[in-house]
Protein backbone atom coordinates (compact mmCIF):
# COMPACT_ATOMS: atom_id res chain seq x y z
CA UNK A 1 0.00 0.00 0.00
CA UNK A 2 1.28 3.12 -1.24
CA UNK A 3 0.86 6.40 0.58
CA UNK A 4 0.47 9.93 -1.12
CA UNK A 5 1.41 12.86 0.60
CA UNK A 6 0.99 16.71 -0.47
CA UNK A 7 3.63 19.03 0.53
CA UNK A 8 4.97 22.66 -0.24
CA UNK A 9 8.24 21.65 -0.26
CA UNK A 10 10.66 18.06 0.36
CA UNK A 11 13.46 17.98 1.25
CA UNK A 12 15.67 14.74 0.13
CA UNK A 13 18.60 14.17 2.56
CA UNK A 14 18.58 14.88 6.40
CA UNK A 15 22.13 15.99 6.76
CA UNK A 16 23.35 19.77 7.81
CA UNK A 17 21.90 20.85 4.28
CA UNK A 18 18.52 19.02 4.68
CA UNK A 19 17.37 19.16 8.27
CA UNK A 20 18.23 23.35 8.31
CA UNK A 21 16.22 23.37 5.14
CA UNK A 22 13.44 21.66 7.01
CA UNK A 23 13.50 23.95 10.24
CA UNK A 24 13.91 26.85 7.86
CA UNK A 25 11.07 25.92 5.62
CA UNK A 26 8.78 25.65 9.20
CA UNK A 27 10.14 28.94 10.56
CA UNK A 28 8.95 30.50 7.53
CA UNK A 29 5.37 28.74 7.91
CA UNK A 30 5.61 26.56 5.18
CA UNK A 31 2.58 23.75 5.31
CA UNK A 32 3.14 19.94 5.27
CA UNK A 33 7.11 20.16 5.29
CA UNK A 34 8.44 16.92 4.15
CA UNK A 35 12.36 15.79 5.28
CA UNK A 36 13.46 12.07 3.22
CA UNK A 37 16.10 10.42 4.73
CA UNK A 38 17.09 6.59 4.03
CA UNK A 39 19.58 6.39 7.15
CA UNK A 40 19.42 8.72 10.28
CA UNK A 41 18.93 12.30 10.36
CA UNK A 42 22.04 14.42 11.15
CA UNK A 43 24.28 12.78 7.80
CA UNK A 44 27.20 12.44 7.36
CA UNK A 45 28.51 14.69 9.68
CA UNK A 46 26.87 13.70 12.72
CA UNK A 47 26.59 10.06 12.39
CA UNK A 48 29.91 9.11 10.23
CA UNK A 49 32.12 12.70 10.15
CA UNK A 50 32.79 15.63 12.09
CA UNK A 51 31.43 14.43 15.17
CA UNK A 52 32.62 11.03 15.82
CA UNK A 53 35.98 12.20 14.41
CA UNK A 54 36.19 15.19 17.03
CA UNK A 55 35.44 12.57 19.80
CA UNK A 56 39.00 10.63 18.75
CA UNK A 57 40.20 13.90 18.33
CA UNK A 58 39.24 15.08 21.66
CA UNK A 59 40.75 11.79 23.53
CA UNK A 60 43.69 12.15 21.58
CA UNK A 61 44.34 15.62 22.57
CA UNK A 62 43.51 14.92 26.44
CA UNK A 63 46.23 11.54 26.01
CA UNK A 64 48.84 14.09 24.87
CA UNK A 65 48.56 16.46 27.86
CA UNK A 66 48.71 13.73 30.09
CA UNK A 67 51.91 12.35 28.71
CA UNK A 68 53.27 15.58 29.38
CA UNK A 69 52.39 16.61 32.91
CA UNK A 70 55.94 16.46 34.43
CA UNK A 71 56.85 19.35 32.23
CA UNK A 72 53.84 21.58 34.04
CA UNK A 73 55.35 20.53 37.68
CA UNK A 74 52.50 17.96 37.76
CA UNK A 75 52.76 14.23 38.98
CA UNK A 76 50.87 11.85 37.05
CA UNK A 77 51.02 8.02 35.65
CA UNK A 78 50.04 7.48 31.74
CA UNK A 79 48.37 4.13 31.93
CA UNK A 80 47.23 3.64 28.53
CA UNK A 81 44.13 4.19 26.35
CA UNK A 82 41.00 2.80 26.56
CA UNK A 83 39.74 2.02 23.50
CA UNK A 84 36.40 0.59 24.31
CA UNK A 85 35.33 3.70 26.61
CA UNK A 86 36.61 6.16 23.94
CA UNK A 87 34.48 3.99 21.18
CA UNK A 88 31.44 4.25 23.67
CA UNK A 89 31.88 7.88 24.56
CA UNK A 90 31.92 8.40 20.72
CA UNK A 91 28.86 6.65 20.50
CA UNK A 92 26.82 8.21 23.28
CA UNK A 93 27.18 11.59 22.00
CA UNK A 94 26.35 10.68 18.32
CA UNK A 95 23.08 9.05 20.07
CA UNK A 96 22.90 12.67 22.11
CA UNK A 97 22.97 14.59 19.38
CA UNK A 98 20.88 12.86 16.28
CA UNK A 99 17.91 12.65 19.48
CA UNK A 100 18.35 16.31 19.55
CA UNK A 101 18.13 17.02 15.87
CA UNK A 102 15.07 14.62 15.91
CA UNK A 103 13.71 16.77 18.86
CA UNK A 104 14.19 19.61 16.37
CA UNK A 105 12.07 18.32 13.78
CA UNK A 106 9.86 17.14 15.70
CA UNK A 107 9.25 20.14 17.47
CA UNK A 108 9.23 22.15 13.92
CA UNK A 109 6.38 19.79 13.03
CA UNK A 110 8.47 18.57 10.09
CA UNK A 111 7.19 15.08 8.85
CA UNK A 112 10.36 12.80 8.50
CA UNK A 113 10.07 9.55 6.58
CA UNK A 114 12.71 6.93 7.09
CA UNK A 115 13.43 5.68 3.34
CA UNK A 116 15.12 6.20 0.27
CA UNK A 117 14.02 8.38 -2.15
CA UNK A 118 13.65 8.50 -5.67
CA UNK A 119 12.28 10.88 -8.27
CA UNK A 120 9.36 9.94 -10.29
CA UNK A 121 9.26 13.32 -12.04
CA UNK A 122 10.87 16.79 -10.80
CA UNK A 123 7.73 17.51 -8.32
CA UNK A 124 6.93 13.87 -7.55
CA UNK A 125 9.33 11.53 -5.23
CA UNK A 126 8.74 8.16 -4.44
CA UNK A 127 10.02 6.49 -1.05
CA UNK A 128 10.58 3.13 -0.47
CA UNK A 129 10.96 2.20 3.62
CA UNK A 130 11.50 -1.00 5.03
CA UNK A 131 7.82 -1.85 5.56
CA UNK A 132 5.83 0.42 3.23
CA UNK A 133 6.69 3.12 0.13
CA UNK A 134 5.19 7.03 -0.05
CA UNK A 135 4.48 8.97 -3.32
CA UNK A 136 5.62 12.46 -1.92
CA UNK A 137 3.99 14.95 -4.31
CA UNK A 138 5.34 18.53 -3.47
CA UNK A 139 5.26 22.13 -4.99
CA UNK A 140 9.05 22.73 -4.16
CA UNK A 141 11.91 20.27 -3.69
CA UNK A 142 15.46 20.67 -2.12
CA UNK A 143 17.77 18.12 -3.10
CA UNK A 144 20.32 17.87 0.05
CA UNK A 145 21.27 13.92 0.12
CA UNK A 146 25.11 14.63 0.67
CA UNK A 147 28.36 12.68 -0.39
CA UNK A 148 30.23 9.28 -0.29
CA UNK A 149 34.03 8.61 0.02
CA UNK A 150 35.66 9.07 -3.11
CA UNK A 151 37.73 6.31 -4.53
CA UNK A 152 40.35 5.80 -7.66
CA UNK A 153 41.10 2.43 -9.66
CA UNK A 154 44.00 1.66 -7.70
CA UNK A 155 44.06 -2.60 -7.25
CA UNK A 156 43.65 -3.83 -4.38
CA UNK A 157 41.48 -0.87 -2.99
CA UNK A 158 38.27 -2.56 -2.01
CA UNK A 159 40.09 -5.34 -0.25
CA UNK A 160 40.11 -6.56 3.26
CA UNK A 161 41.09 -3.90 6.31
CA UNK A 162 41.38 -1.09 3.24
CA UNK A 163 39.10 1.08 5.25
CA UNK A 164 37.54 4.78 5.08
CA UNK A 165 36.62 6.79 7.81
CA UNK A 166 33.31 5.23 8.71
CA UNK A 167 35.15 1.75 8.93
CA UNK A 168 37.98 3.61 11.07
CA UNK A 169 35.80 4.80 13.42
CA UNK A 170 34.45 1.18 13.88
CA UNK A 171 37.39 -0.49 14.88
CA UNK A 172 37.24 -2.69 18.15
CA UNK A 173 40.81 -2.56 18.40
CA UNK A 174 44.03 0.21 17.91
CA UNK A 175 45.68 -0.53 14.50
CA UNK A 176 49.28 -1.11 15.67
CA UNK A 177 50.39 0.36 12.23
CA UNK A 178 48.43 2.66 9.76
CA UNK A 179 49.16 3.78 6.27
CA UNK A 180 46.81 6.88 5.52
CA UNK A 181 46.47 7.31 1.18
CA UNK A 182 45.76 10.99 1.31
CA UNK A 183 47.37 13.77 3.21
CA UNK A 184 44.28 15.92 3.40
CA UNK A 185 41.73 17.19 6.16
CA UNK A 186 40.54 13.57 7.07
CA UNK A 187 44.01 11.86 6.23
CA UNK A 188 45.75 14.33 8.60
CA UNK A 189 43.46 14.23 11.32
CA UNK A 190 43.20 10.31 12.00
CA UNK A 191 47.00 9.71 11.67
CA UNK A 192 47.48 12.85 14.50
CA UNK A 193 44.78 10.44 16.84
CA UNK A 194 45.96 7.05 16.23
CA UNK A 195 49.86 8.18 16.65
CA UNK A 196 49.08 9.49 19.30
CA UNK A 197 46.99 6.43 20.63
CA UNK A 198 49.58 3.81 21.77
CA UNK A 199 51.84 5.42 19.32
CA UNK A 200 50.53 3.58 16.18
CA UNK A 201 53.29 3.78 13.86
CA UNK A 202 51.25 5.77 10.60
CA UNK A 203 52.58 6.69 7.31
CA UNK A 204 50.72 8.90 4.44
CA UNK A 205 51.28 8.87 1.26
CA UNK A 206 50.08 11.93 -0.56
CA UNK A 207 49.87 12.18 -4.62
CA UNK A 208 50.51 15.65 -4.43
CA UNK A 209 53.87 17.87 -3.58
CA UNK A 210 52.47 18.69 -0.33
CA UNK A 211 49.66 17.97 2.89
CA UNK A 212 46.46 19.89 2.76
CA UNK A 213 46.95 20.49 -1.08
CA UNK A 214 44.01 23.11 -0.98
CA UNK A 215 45.82 25.18 2.26
CA UNK A 216 48.51 28.13 1.37
CA UNK A 217 51.32 26.18 0.75
CA UNK A 218 52.92 27.25 4.09
CA UNK A 219 50.61 25.55 6.53
CA UNK A 220 51.36 22.20 4.32
CA UNK A 221 55.16 22.47 4.88
CA UNK A 222 54.67 23.57 8.69
CA UNK A 223 52.66 20.23 8.92
CA UNK A 224 54.53 17.88 7.58
CA UNK A 225 57.03 19.11 9.72
CA UNK A 226 55.03 18.74 12.48
CA UNK A 227 54.11 15.39 11.82
CA UNK A 228 57.47 14.15 11.06
CA UNK A 229 58.57 15.27 15.00
CA UNK A 230 55.90 13.52 16.20
CA UNK A 231 57.03 10.39 14.21
CA UNK A 232 54.37 10.01 11.17
CA UNK A 233 56.29 8.91 8.13
CA UNK A 234 55.35 11.43 4.56
CA UNK A 235 55.67 10.64 1.81
CA UNK A 236 54.20 13.79 -0.96
CA UNK A 237 54.34 13.40 -4.57
CA UNK A 238 53.75 9.90 -4.10
CA UNK A 239 51.10 7.65 -6.05
CA UNK A 240 49.76 4.37 -5.26
CA UNK A 241 49.74 2.30 -8.09
CA UNK A 242 48.56 -0.90 -5.80
CA UNK A 243 47.22 -2.74 -2.72
CA UNK A 244 47.89 -6.24 -2.08
CA UNK A 245 47.87 -8.93 1.13
CA UNK A 246 51.48 -10.13 2.75
CA UNK A 247 51.68 -13.85 3.93
CA UNK A 248 50.88 -12.86 7.30
CA UNK A 249 47.84 -10.99 6.35
CA UNK A 250 49.31 -7.25 6.33
CA UNK A 251 48.28 -4.64 4.28
CA UNK A 252 51.57 -4.04 1.34
CA UNK A 253 51.15 -0.55 -0.32
CA UNK A 254 52.96 -0.07 -3.37
CA UNK A 255 54.00 3.70 -4.70
CA UNK A 256 55.80 5.70 -7.03
CA UNK A 257 58.03 9.12 -5.75
CA UNK A 258 58.33 11.87 -7.78
CA UNK A 259 61.88 10.57 -9.25
CA UNK A 260 60.04 7.35 -10.37
CA UNK A 261 61.18 5.04 -7.49
CA UNK A 262 59.32 2.12 -6.43
CA UNK A 263 58.88 1.98 -2.71
CA UNK A 264 56.50 -0.73 -0.35
CA UNK A 265 55.20 -0.23 2.74
CA UNK A 266 52.97 -2.38 5.29
CA UNK A 267 50.76 -1.91 8.07
CA UNK A 268 47.78 -3.91 9.45
CA UNK A 269 45.05 -1.57 7.71
CA UNK A 270 44.59 1.11 5.10
CA UNK A 271 42.93 3.77 5.53
CA UNK A 272 41.71 5.57 2.23
CA UNK A 273 41.30 9.34 2.75
CA UNK A 274 41.03 10.68 -1.11
CA UNK A 275 38.50 12.72 -0.50
CA UNK A 276 34.13 12.65 -1.25
CA UNK A 277 31.40 12.74 -4.25
CA UNK A 278 28.41 13.90 -4.39
CA UNK A 279 25.61 11.12 -4.15
CA UNK A 280 23.26 11.43 -7.07
CA UNK A 281 23.82 7.80 -8.64
CA UNK A 282 20.27 7.02 -7.64
CA UNK A 283 18.27 10.27 -7.68
CA UNK A 284 17.41 9.71 -11.35
CA UNK A 285 18.61 13.04 -12.46
CA UNK A 286 18.49 12.27 -16.16
CA UNK A 287 14.82 11.15 -16.48
CA UNK A 288 13.94 14.32 -14.66
CA UNK A 289 16.55 16.50 -16.73
CA UNK A 290 18.22 17.88 -14.11
CA UNK A 291 21.83 19.19 -14.78
CA UNK A 292 24.81 17.97 -13.27
CA UNK A 293 28.63 16.83 -13.87
CA UNK A 294 30.29 15.73 -10.53
CA UNK A 295 27.45 17.24 -8.51
CA UNK A 296 24.61 18.84 -9.13
CA UNK A 297 24.52 22.24 -11.17
CA UNK A 298 22.95 25.51 -8.85
CA UNK A 299 23.20 29.34 -9.23
CA UNK A 300 23.78 31.69 -6.48
CA UNK A 301 20.38 31.02 -5.41
CA UNK A 302 21.05 27.22 -5.05
CA UNK A 303 18.39 26.48 -7.96
CA UNK A 304 18.95 23.89 -10.42
CA UNK A 305 18.05 24.43 -14.22
CA UNK A 306 14.37 22.96 -13.15
CA UNK A 307 12.15 25.54 -11.62
CA UNK A 308 11.38 24.69 -7.84
CA UNK A 309 14.20 22.08 -7.68
CA UNK A 310 17.19 23.40 -5.67
CA UNK A 311 20.22 21.59 -4.17
CA UNK A 312 22.72 22.20 -1.64
CA UNK A 313 25.26 20.67 0.61
CA UNK A 314 27.86 18.17 -0.22
CA UNK A 315 25.59 17.14 -3.28
CA UNK A 316 26.25 20.23 -4.92
CA UNK A 317 28.84 20.80 -7.88
CA UNK A 318 32.05 21.15 -5.97
CA UNK A 319 33.38 24.81 -7.14
CA UNK A 320 32.92 27.15 -5.42
CA UNK A 321 31.00 25.35 -3.22
CA UNK A 322 33.15 23.34 -0.25
CA UNK A 323 31.96 20.07 0.94
CA UNK A 324 31.85 21.73 5.08
CA UNK A 325 28.84 21.28 7.35
CA UNK A 326 28.63 24.90 8.19
CA UNK A 327 28.26 25.80 4.48
CA UNK A 328 25.92 22.95 4.03
CA UNK A 329 23.31 24.31 5.93
CA UNK A 330 24.08 27.62 4.99
CA UNK A 331 23.31 26.68 1.33
CA UNK A 332 20.18 24.99 3.16
CA UNK A 333 18.78 28.46 4.41
CA UNK A 334 19.45 29.58 1.11
CA UNK A 335 17.50 26.88 -1.04
CA UNK A 336 14.38 27.28 1.23
CA UNK A 337 14.07 30.75 1.26
CA UNK A 338 14.56 31.03 -1.92
CA UNK A 339 11.99 27.95 -2.57
CA UNK A 340 9.11 29.82 -0.79
CA UNK A 341 9.60 33.03 -2.26
CA UNK A 342 12.28 35.08 0.03
CA UNK A 343 15.31 36.66 -1.69
CA UNK A 344 18.63 34.99 -0.76
CA UNK A 345 22.09 33.97 -2.10
CA UNK A 346 24.70 31.97 -1.22
CA UNK A 347 28.25 34.35 -0.91
CA UNK A 348 30.91 31.91 -1.03
CA UNK A 349 33.72 35.07 -0.25
CA UNK A 350 34.65 34.18 3.18
CA UNK A 351 34.30 30.74 4.15
CA UNK A 352 36.63 29.34 7.13
CA UNK A 353 38.05 25.95 6.49
CA UNK A 354 39.51 24.12 9.97
CA UNK A 355 41.44 20.86 10.28
CA UNK A 356 41.71 19.36 13.39
CA UNK A 357 45.10 17.83 13.43
CA UNK A 358 47.76 18.85 16.09
CA UNK A 359 48.55 21.59 15.59
CA UNK A 360 45.44 22.69 14.59
CA UNK A 361 45.13 24.60 10.86
CA UNK A 362 42.68 27.02 9.66
CA UNK A 363 42.06 29.28 7.36
CA UNK A 364 39.70 32.32 5.43
CA UNK A 365 40.14 33.54 2.39
CA UNK A 366 42.65 33.81 -0.17
CA UNK A 367 46.68 31.87 -0.15
CA UNK A 368 49.01 33.94 -0.78
CA UNK A 369 49.02 32.21 -4.38
CA UNK A 370 45.70 33.03 -5.54
CA UNK A 371 46.35 36.88 -4.14
CA UNK A 372 49.09 37.34 -5.75
CA UNK A 373 47.43 36.10 -8.89
CA UNK A 374 44.29 38.27 -8.61
CA UNK A 375 46.13 41.32 -7.07
CA UNK A 376 49.56 41.49 -7.98
CA UNK A 377 51.04 43.81 -5.36
CA UNK A 378 50.27 42.08 -1.93
CA UNK A 379 51.23 42.68 1.71
CA UNK A 380 52.33 39.39 3.76
CA UNK A 381 52.53 39.19 7.79
CA UNK A 382 53.82 36.34 9.34
CA UNK A 383 53.79 36.35 13.50
CA UNK A 384 54.81 32.68 15.23
CA UNK A 385 53.57 31.25 18.18
CA UNK A 386 56.76 31.49 19.44
CA UNK A 387 56.54 35.10 20.23
CA UNK A 388 53.03 34.94 22.12
CA UNK A 389 53.17 34.76 25.87
CA UNK A 390 50.36 32.50 26.07
CA UNK A 391 51.45 30.02 23.80
CA UNK A 392 54.53 29.78 25.38
CA UNK A 393 52.59 29.01 29.07
CA UNK A 394 50.14 26.37 27.15
CA UNK A 395 53.61 24.38 25.52
CA UNK A 396 52.20 24.96 21.88
CA UNK A 397 54.37 27.75 20.26
CA UNK A 398 54.71 25.74 17.24
CA UNK A 399 53.18 27.26 14.09
CA UNK A 400 51.93 30.70 12.75
CA UNK A 401 49.59 33.40 12.11
CA UNK A 402 49.41 34.65 8.39
CA UNK A 403 47.77 37.74 7.46
CA UNK A 404 47.74 38.70 3.74
CA UNK A 405 46.55 42.12 2.74
CA UNK A 406 45.87 43.75 -0.45
CA UNK A 407 47.19 47.25 -1.65
CA UNK A 408 44.05 48.99 -0.22
CA UNK A 409 45.19 47.44 3.23
CA UNK A 410 42.47 45.11 2.68
CA UNK A 411 41.99 41.78 4.86
CA UNK A 412 42.07 39.24 2.16
CA UNK A 413 43.32 36.03 3.65
CA UNK A 414 44.28 34.73 7.24
CA UNK A 415 46.19 31.08 7.71
CA UNK A 416 46.79 29.72 10.92
CA UNK A 417 48.40 26.74 12.25
CA UNK A 418 48.98 26.31 15.78
CA UNK A 419 47.12 26.34 19.23
CA UNK A 420 43.35 26.89 19.17
CA UNK A 421 43.47 27.65 15.19
CA UNK A 422 40.09 26.28 14.62
CA UNK A 423 38.96 28.76 17.20
CA UNK A 424 40.57 31.77 16.54
CA UNK A 425 39.87 31.30 13.10
CA UNK A 426 37.10 33.12 13.77
CA UNK A 427 38.06 36.54 14.11
CA UNK A 428 39.22 36.13 10.55
CA UNK A 429 36.43 34.93 9.38
CA UNK A 430 34.88 38.27 10.72
CA UNK A 431 37.67 40.55 9.07
CA UNK A 432 37.75 39.07 5.85
CA UNK A 433 33.66 38.68 5.75
CA UNK A 434 33.24 42.21 6.54
CA UNK A 435 36.17 43.50 4.30
CA UNK A 436 37.82 45.07 7.27
CA UNK A 437 40.93 47.14 6.57
CA UNK A 438 43.80 46.51 8.52
CA UNK A 439 43.63 49.73 10.39
CA UNK A 440 40.40 48.55 11.99
CA UNK A 441 40.93 45.46 13.56
CA UNK A 442 44.46 46.66 14.62
CA UNK A 443 42.16 49.31 16.84
CA UNK A 444 40.42 46.48 18.54
CA UNK A 445 41.81 46.03 21.81
CA UNK A 446 43.23 42.54 22.48
CA UNK A 447 43.68 41.12 25.87
CA UNK A 448 46.83 39.56 27.09
CA UNK A 449 48.11 36.92 27.31
CA UNK A 450 45.51 35.28 24.57
CA UNK A 451 46.31 33.46 21.70
CA UNK A 452 44.03 35.63 19.64
CA UNK A 453 47.12 38.97 20.01
CA UNK A 454 48.81 36.60 17.08
CA UNK A 455 46.33 37.77 14.68
CA UNK A 456 46.84 41.48 15.21
CA UNK A 457 50.21 41.18 15.36
CA UNK A 458 50.31 39.20 12.27
CA UNK A 459 48.33 42.38 11.13
CA UNK A 460 51.00 44.74 12.06
CA UNK A 461 53.82 43.08 10.77
CA UNK A 462 52.60 43.00 6.98
CA UNK A 463 52.21 46.77 7.89
CA UNK A 464 56.04 47.03 8.32
CA UNK A 465 55.58 47.87 12.21
CA UNK A 466 55.66 44.53 14.57
CA UNK A 467 56.19 44.96 17.81
CA UNK A 468 56.86 41.91 19.33
CA UNK A 469 59.07 40.29 16.26
Do not use: W
Request: aromatic share 6%; net charge neutral.
Amino acid sequence: MEEIIHSEIAILGGGPAGYVAAIRAAQLQANGVVLIEKGQVGGTCLNRGCIPTKVFVESAKRCKALREMERFGLKSEYLGVDFFRIQKRKNMIVRRLVKGVDYLLKNADVRVLSGEGRFIDPYTISVTAIDRKYRVSSKKVIIATGSKPFFVPIPGIDGVKVLTSKELLELHQIPKSLIVIGGGAIGGEFACVFRCFEETDVTIVEMLPRLIPMEDPDLGAELEASFKRSGIKVHTSSRVTRISDTPIGRKRVTFIDSENKEHNIEADYVLVSIGRAPEISRLNLDMIGVEHDRGIIVNNKMETNIPGVYAAGDVVQGVPSPMLAYTASHEGEVAVENALGYEAEMNYHAIPTTIFTNPEVASVGLTEEKARNKYGEILVGKFPFQGNGRAIISGQNRGFVKVILNESTEIIGIHIIGPNATELIAEGALAVGNRMKAADLIKVEHSHPVYYETIKEAVLCALGRPIHC
